[in-house]
């Protein structure tokens, strides 16, 4: 069975920093390339990042360019999401996702909850 | 940039009843790359429909995916007690390389 369990999230003062992880069991890791997607508390969906399996393509929302790292260890089947300079817009539920073969995302994390706020 | 605009933004109808959702792009996208997903309060989205068309695993015939260009739906031919929920399509391709519509809530009149 597909799992993914995020874990990091909290609350944070804008400017200051936070690191998820994401850990991946149930399947081949270093096959899938992997996501963040999140979701402000009572909105829709807004995609953030993604890495493909080598590490060797990163892509980032614009919103976020220049101020979140993706990563990912393969041996230790984890993903990380370094997040800089947060802002309170950043609060949302962030999730986890395995990307599918057709650039759909197949299975999700249950969320791990960032709050920016003083 | 590609904008995905969803309608209506909620839909009422009773069990039984048959759901169709729009999708519509701001300009032609790829049907490979247009997916649905259905989210119920306080769970992770789920994915329902990959390649435009397809079913994913375990997702029951009675939700079904078509369209092309820049107009898709979502049709749920009888509505069941559990797919009451909300339901957003995703595009991949262009900028962002990611998209979402704003989603449809179907609740039950």
């Known amino acids: 069975e597909v799992q993914l369990v995020e874990s990091g999230g909290g609350l944070v003062q804008p400017g200051r920093s936070l690191r998820l992880s994401c850990g991946a069991s149930?399947?081949?890791?270093?096959?899938?390339?992997m996501h963040w997607v999140r979701q402000p508390p009572g909105r829709g969906l807004e995609w953030v990042s993604g890495i493909s399996w080598s590490s060797g393509d990163i892509i980032y929302a614009d919103s976020v360019k220049g101020r979140f790292t993706t990563s990912r260890e393969n041996a230790k089947n984890s993903l990380y999401l370094q997040m800089n300079s947060l802002r309170p817009e950043d609060t949302a539920l962030y999730y986890c996702?395995?990307?599918?073969?057709?650039?759909?995302?197949?299975?999700w994390g249950q969320g791990t909850l960032v709050t920016v706020s003083s | 940039e590609i904008v995905l605009t969803q309608s209506p933004g909620t839909l009422s109808l009773s069990p039984g009843e048959r759901a169709t959702l729009s999708c519509r792009a701001s300009q032609s996208v790829t049907n490979s790359y247009l997916a649905w997903y259905q989210q119920k309060p306080g769970q992770a989205p789920r994915l329902l429909i990959y390649g435009a068309s397809s079913r994913a695993s375990g997702i029951p015939d009675r939700f079904s995916g078509s369209g092309s260009g820049t107009d898709f739906a979502l049709t749920i031919s009888r509505l069941e007690p559990e797919d009451f929920a909300v339901y957003f399509c995703q595009h991949y391709g262009g900028s962002p390389k990611y998209s979402f519509g704003q989603g449809t809530k179907v609740e039950i009149k």
């Open positions: 996702v395995r990307r599918g073969g057709t650039y759909s995302f197949d299975y």
């Open positions: 149930g399947f081949t890791f270093d096959d899938y390339a």
